[in-house]
């Protein structure tokens, strides 16, 4: 009798709870931000978001995966510590998972019924081992989500802008059929598809960051600064390594066309040297003339003191700031005068996509190359 009122009274309150978010009969989307850190995480969900809209489904925004030092398991950031969810609904149908799986998941997603969806097997067994390693364990367990199956979706994808894809997906996985369609990877292309690109928009930092970042920027002399960042960790140097075979690594495509239409990735493009720098700092300090102030974003070695000492004579300083925080980081680059990013990396990828929706000015490390410069003289608004 006891155990019955208990459940009668949990049923009603999700009842309850549910009306606030009326069910979408066309479904949902759920996934795992399973790849890399922000940056990449960021390119997939401008990715998942264009995606969900041409399925017309409802995006469950994930939390963020994040890696803390030593810790063997991911942590989950709720997607909301750093974004505002009411931006996006702009755009599209947007919950946070942990409205979710409180309010929908109960009625849309039962346990019998959780399946996971991935393009081919993942691993020896015919099955997408969603919760296989870290983060795709840690992350479902976040939500006490265990799979009672797999599905191979391929050779269905995710560019919904062609192949009439949006109504293959529609077809096969019809939302009363399939109410809630969970991937154990991201929905998207990496880097982001050029259709997804102008998503970006839709991203707008909580008051908490954005405050952080204002806070910050006070504390720094009056006037105009630079942001720069400065992607130099020991596995950056690495990856770079790989560029004479790989010349559209990463993020390339932001400066080289998704093609390689504007040329090819080189050394100095991914690990810009003191040298190349300094001399472009200067470069952009002296076109500008009104900068005061240079500040580093970096994930290694910020150059603090060189950079100091380079640009001392013109009476510049620089900074950074005082805590390790990506994210208070990206929100500051996003508001500097004029940003110097790395081509390669999807970190500045990030900042460059915020900073163009805002019509603010970007330019990269040694893009285009000093030889190319002259016969591509219409990329100005890159080169500064
Ligand atoms: C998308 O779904 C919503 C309900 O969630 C519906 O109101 C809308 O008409 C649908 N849009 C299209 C283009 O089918
Ligand atoms: C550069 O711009 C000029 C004039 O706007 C145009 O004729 C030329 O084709 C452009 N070159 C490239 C490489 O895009």
Same mark, same amino acid.
């Given at each position: 009798?006891?155990?019955?009122?208990?459940?009668y009274?949990?049923?009603?309150?999700?009842?309850?709870?549910?009306?606030?978010?009326?069910?979408?009969?066309?479904?949902?989307?759920?996934?795992?931000?399973?790849?890399?850190?922000?940056?990449n995480?960021?390119?997939?969900?401008?990715?998942?978001?264009?995606?969900?809209?041409?399925?017309?489904?409802?995006?469950?925004?994930?939390?963020?995966?994040?890696?803390?030092?030593?810790?063997?398991?991911?942590?989950?950031?709720?997607?909301?510590t750093?974004?505002?969810?009411?931006?996006?609904?702009?755009?599209?149908?947007?919950?946070?998972?942990?409205?979710?799986?409180?309010?929908?998941?109960?009625?849309?997603?039962p346990?019998n019924?959780?399946?996971?969806?991935?393009?081919?097997?993942?691993?020896?067994?015919?099955?997408?081992?969603?919760?296989?390693?870290?983060?795709f364990?840690?992350?479902?367990?976040?939500?006490?989500?265990?799979?009672?199956?797999?599905?191979?979706?391929?050779?269905l994808?995710?560019?919904?802008?062609?192949?009439?894809?949006?109504?293959?997906?529609?077809? =096969? #996985? +019809?939302? *009363?059929?399939?109410? /809630?369609?969970?991937?154990?990877?991201?929905? @998207?292309?990496?880097?982001?598809?050029?259709?997804?690109?102008?998503?970006h928009?839709?991203?707008?930092?909580?008051?908490t960051?954005?405050?952080?970042?204002?806070d910050?920027?006070?504390?720094?002399?009056?006037?105009?600064?630079?942001?720069?960042?400065?992607?130099?960790?020991?596995?950056?140097?690495r990856?770079?390594?790989?560029?004479?075979?790989?010349?559209?690594?990463?993020?390339?495509?932001?400066?080289?066309?998704?093609?390689?239409?504007?040329?090819?990735?080189?050394?100095?493009?991914?690990?810009?040297?003191?040298?190349?720098?300094?001399?472009?700092?200067?470069?952009?300090?002296?076109?500008?003339?009104?900068?005061?102030?240079?500040?580093?974003?970096?994930?290694?070695?910020?150059l603090?003191?060189?950079l100091?000492?380079?640009?001392?004579?013109?009476?510049?300083?620089?900074? =950074? #700031? +005082?805590? *390790?925080?990506p994210? /208070?980081?990206?929100?500051?680059?996003?508001? @500097?005068?004029?940003?110097?990013?790395?081509?390669?990396?999807?970190?500045?990828?990030?900042?460059?996509?915020?900073?163009?929706?805002?019509?603010?000015?970007?330019?990269?490390?040694?893009?285009?190359?000093?030889k190319?410069?002259?016969?591509?003289?219409?990329?100005?608004h890159?080169e500064?």
């Amino acid at each position: 009798m006891y155990l019955k009122l208990i459940t009668y009274f949990t049923l009603v309150f999700c009842i309850n709870n549910s009306k606030a978010h009326e069910l979408d009969t066309n479904g949902y989307i759920l996934y795992c931000p399973c790849m890399g850190r922000f940056g990449n995480q960021a390119d997939h969900f401008l990715g998942a978001l264009g995606f969900a809209q041409g399925l017309n489904r409802t995006l469950v925004l994930p939390p963020w995966v994040e890696y803390r030092y030593g810790e063997p398991k991911s942590i989950q950031v709720p997607f909301d510590t750093y974004f505002k969810v009411e931006p996006l609904r702009e755009f599209h149908k947007v919950i946070t998972m942990e409205e979710f799986m409180r309010d929908i998941a109960p009625i849309e997603w039962p346990l019998n019924e959780r399946i996971s969806f991935c393009y081919t097997n993942r691993g020896d067994d015919n099955n997408c081992n969603a919760k296989y390693g870290n983060p795709f364990g840690p992350f479902w367990d976040t939500f006490d989500v265990d799979f009672v199956g797999s599905e191979f979706y391929g050779p269905l994808h995710y560019d919904t802008y062609n192949h009439d894809m949006a109504r293959q997906w529609k077809d =096969k #996985y +019809p939302p *009363n059929k399939w109410p /809630v369609l969970a991937f154990s990877g991201a929905p @998207a292309a990496f880097p982001v598809q050029a259709e997804n690109r102008h998503l970006h928009k839709y991203l707008k930092w909580t008051d908490t960051y954005e405050t952080r970042a204002d806070d910050f920027i006070t504390s720094m002399p009056k006037g105009a600064f630079i942001g720069i960042h400065l992607r130099n960790g020991i596995d950056w140097v690495r990856a770079c390594e790989h560029i004479p075979e790989s010349p559209n690594l990463f993020a390339a495509a932001q400066c080289l066309g998704y093609r390689n239409e504007h040329g090819v990735a080189t050394p100095d493009m991914c690990l810009p040297t003191k040298e190349t720098i300094l001399r472009q700092l200067k470069r952009v300090i002296k076109k500008l003339q009104t900068i005061k102030s240079v500040f580093v974003a970096s994930d290694s070695n910020h150059l603090i003191r060189e950079l100091k000492t380079g640009l001392e004579r013109i009476k510049v300083d620089v900074y =950074k #700031y +005082p805590e *390790n925080s990506p994210h /208070v980081d990206l929100v500051i680059l996003g508001k @500097a005068h004029h940003f110097i990013g790395n081509c390669i990396s999807s970190y500045s990828a990030f900042v460059k996509r915020e900073r163009d929706a805002k019509g603010l000015t970007s330019s990269f490390w040694a893009f285009p190359s000093e030889k190319d410069k002259t016969k591509r003289a219409n990329v100005s608004h890159l080169e500064l």
